[in-house]
């Protein structure tokens, strides 16, 4: 992170363009919210179900994955090597899945 350079005694820490771990600075640690990979999972398996009459294009299942991470609380996370099941638990995950899917359903964002 770098600090703003003004003569101000308050410096501001400044976003930079890139995000570096603090015990390594040569390697670049990405910033992902946990349960973004298990609505990717839950909706895969859904849509993958022939009984689920949902739209199956590109803008849909966007806004299916969208809709069903607002409804769930972020889980931010900085290494990806730390283990654990981190995130919402299943049962919310499979809420706010057919949730969207349901919204999306009645609302598709293009002609029927």
Same mark, same amino acid.
């Given at each position: 992170?770098?600090?703003?350079?003004s +003569? /101000?005694?308050? *410096?501001?820490?400044m976003?930079?363009?890139?995000?570096?771990?603090?015990r !390594?600075?040569? %390697?670049?640690?990405?910033?992902?919210n946990?349960?973004?990979?298990?609505?990717?999972?839950?909706?895969?398996?859904?849509?993958?179900?022939?009984?689920?009459?949902?739209?199956?294009c590109?803008?849909c299942? +966007? /806004?299916?994955? *969208?809709?069903?991470?607002?409804?769930?609380?972020?889980?931010?996370?900085? !290494?990806a090597? %730390?283990?654990?099941?981190?995130?919402?638990?299943?049962?919310?995950?499979e809420?706010?899945?057919?949730?969207?899917?349901?919204?999306?359903?009645?609302?598709?964002?293009?002609?029927?």
């Amino acid at each position: 992170m770098q600090v703003s350079s003004s +003569s /101000d005694k308050s *410096a501001v820490p400044m976003a930079s363009s890139k995000n570096y771990c603090e015990r !390594d600075e040569t %390697r670049e640690c990405a910033i992902a919210n946990a349960n973004y990979q298990k609505v990717l999972t839950v909706l895969d398996r859904c849509l993958r179900d022939d009984r689920c009459a949902v739209c199956r294009c590109e803008k849909c299942i +966007s /806004d299916m994955t *969208a809709l069903a991470l607002n409804f769930l609380p972020p889980h931010y996370y900085v !290494d990806a090597g %730390r283990g654990g099941d981190i995130g919402s638990p299943s049962v919310m995950v499979e809420s706010a899945v057919i949730e969207a899917m349901k919204t999306v359903v009645k609302n598709p964002r293009h002609e029927k």
